[in-house]
């Protein structure tokens, strides 16, 4: 099993930038989707993006297309959410979550598909 750990949020303007980056410590980390969701009080968690094992499939709402990166680091274990031109409405927990498949390609969009789930860490966008 995998526990993610998030780190990186905070507090910052409207149209600025984070980057926040999961670390999932294992040997087979490359047998590991990745998502990104975010849920904000009073609201059902939502997909942000999601990356396969190998790096090659990459999913990401609508809404944060052409602003939001996934990316991931197999030699760190790591995975990146870059977030630019952040939104007031985009405050929110932003969890990271893990899925072991031996399917390389595989990149779940639903929470309920997911294993494992980081704590969550705070974003924070001003208006």
């Known amino acids: 099993q995998v526990q993610p750990v998030e780190s990186g949020g905070g507090l910052v303007q409207a149209g600025d930038s984070l980057r926040l980056s999961c670390t999932a410590s294992?040997?087979?980390?490359?047998?590991?989707?990745i998502g990104w969701f975010r849920q904000d009080q009073g609201k059902d968690r939502e997909l942000v993006a999601s990356i396969s094992g190998t790096g090659v499939t990459i999913v990401s709402a609508d809404a944060v297309k052409g602003r939001f990166t996934i990316s991931r680091d197999r030699a760190k274990m790591t995975a990146y959410l870059q977030m630019d031109s952040l939104k007031a409405e985009e405050t929110a927990v932003y969890y990271c979550?893990?899925?072991?498949?031996?399917?390389?390609?595989?990149?779940?969009?639903?929470?309920?598909?997911?294993?494992?789930w980081g704590q969550g860490t705070q974003v924070s966008v001003s208006s």
């Open positions: 294992s040997p087979v980390f490359s047998n590991y989707a």
């Open positions: 979550t893990t899925k072991y498949t031996l399917k390389a390609m595989r990149t779940p969009t639903t929470s309920d598909e997911y294993d494992y």
